[in-house]
C-alpha cells in the first residue's frame, strides 16, 4: 500500500481525499497556490508545499512543480481529484516516468477516451449503444451534406476534441447545415486547436443519466449504479440525484451492464463515469466517459454505502474488486452551493465569507473547504461546498434538502443557495419530470432579502 500521497488539488476535493488518507493511515501532503496559503487542505495535511502563484497555470497546472514536490516530499502516488491534471495524459505519464502512480487512468486511456470520435467508435466494438450518424470523422462539408442526409433531421454536429458543449451545434433544415458546420469547425479549432467533426442524429430533450463504475488491474469491472444530472446550465451540473427518477430496474440492469461492458473492454482501471444520453423512450446512448472521480461522487457513496476515493487508492494499489454490482439502497440529493449571484445570471461572487453556518443533522453531508473568514479567490471555480442529502425516499431527501438549505448562512458573498431552495420546490423537480432542458426555462422568482 502506498505510504504517502500527493494531493494535486485544492479546495474540497483535497479534503476529501485527505480524510481517506488519514483512515487508510496514509501520509497525505497538501500542494497550495499563493492564494490557497490559508485553505483548509494545507492545514489538515500531514505536509504542504507552495507550487506557485495565484494562476492555475502556474501552479495547480505546473506539472514539472507538482512532480518536484512529489520528490522532495518521497509521495509515492498522485491524487490529481477532478478538474486541473486528472485527464491530463501527459501528466499521467510523467508520473508514471518517474515511478509515482498516478491515481486516475493511464494516457493511453485518457487519450482514447478524451478524443469523441475515437471513444464512441471504441465503444460501438465494445457493443454500447451509441447514437446513430457519421462513421468517425467527415472529411468534408459535401460528406457532410450526405451523412445528414442519410441519419435525418434534426442532426448533431460534435467536434471530436469537444467538451462543455464547444463545438456542438444543433441542425433542423439542410439550409442551415454549412453555417453550422463553418461556425462549430472554428469554435473548436480556437477552442481545442482541433477542427474534427462527426455528426448524430438530434435526441430531443436528453436526460443525462451517468454510471458510476469501478475497474481492477485484472479487467474487471463492477457499476454503483446510476446519477440523474439533467439539471444543467451552460454544461454546468448544478444537482444531481440518486435513484434516477426516470430510472426503472429494467433500465438500470441494461445500462449497468453496457457500462461494465465498456469498462472491460477497455481494460478500465480505477474509478471512472459513462454518460449517456435517455430519451423519452428510454433508449440511452453512450456519450462520454470520463476518466477520473466526479464531483457528484457523493450522492453514489451515500445510497450505496461505499467509500469511492479509498477504492480508487486500493485499485491503484493493485487490490481487486469484489465484481459485484452496487445498487442504491438509499435516495441522495447534491446541491452545489457556489459562490454566485443566482438572481443576476449566476455570475461569480468571490470575495471574504463573513459569516458561516453550515446545516447539520441526520442524513446532512457537507463537502467544503470555507470556513467563516476565507477568502474565496477569483482565480478558480465557484463552488465553495456540496450539500448532499440522503433519506429513505426521494421525497424526505428533498424535504431534508429544503430544511438543510434554510439552515445554510452564508454572509459577506452571494451563492446559490437561494437557487437551489427554489429548485426543491419546482414542480417538475418534485415531480420528477425534468430533461437537460429544464434549465432554460427556469426563472428565479424574487424573494424579500
Ligand atoms: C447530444 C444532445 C442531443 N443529441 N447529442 C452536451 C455536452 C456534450 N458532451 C454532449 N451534449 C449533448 N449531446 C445528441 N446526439 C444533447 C446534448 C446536450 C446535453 C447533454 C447532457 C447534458 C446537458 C446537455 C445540454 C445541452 C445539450
Known sequence: MFKKILIANRGEIAMRVIRTCKEMGIKSVAVYSTADAESLHVRFADEAVCIGPAPSSESYLKMSNIIAAAEITNA??????????SENAKFSKICEEHEIKFIGASAEMIDRMGDKASAKSTMIEAGVPCVPGSEGIIPDFESCIKVAKETGYPVMLKASAGGGGKGMR???????????????????KAAFGNDDMYMEKLIEEPRHIEIQVVGDSNGR???????????????QKLTEETPSPFMTD?????????????????????????????????????????????????????VVDYDLIREQILVAAGVPISGKNYYPQLHSIECRINAEDPYKDFRPSPGKITNLHLPGGHGVRIDTHVYSGYIIPPNYDSMIAKLITTAQTREEAINK??????????????????FHRQLMDHPDYVSGNYTTKFMEDFVMKDTVE
Open 221 to 235: 469491472a463492477c457499476h454503483l449504479s446510476e446519477r440523474d444530472c439533467s439539471v444543467q446550465r451552460r454544461h
Open 401 to 418: 434538502m429544503k430544511r438543510a438549505l434554510d439552515e445554510f448562512v452564508v454572509e459577506g458573498i452571494k451563492t446559490t443557495v437561494p
Open 170 to 188: 444543433a441542425v433542423w433544415k439542410e439550409e442551415d447545415l454549412q453555417n453550422a458546420w463553418e461556425s462549430a469547425r472554428q469554435e473548436s
Open 250 to 302: 429494467e433500465l438500470r440492469e441494461k445500462m449497468g451492464e453496457a457500462a461494465v461492458k465498456a469498462a472491460e473492454y477497455i481494460k478500465y482501471e480505477g474509478a471512472g463515469t459513462v454518460e449517456f444520453l435517455v430519451d423519452k423512450h428510454r433508449n440511452f446512448y453512450f456519450m462520454e466517459m470520463n476518466t477520473r472521480i466526479q464531483v457528484e461522487h457523493p450522492i453514489t457513496e451515500q
Open 76 to 85: 509515492d502516488a498522485i491524487h490529481p481529484g477532478y478538474g486541473f491534471l
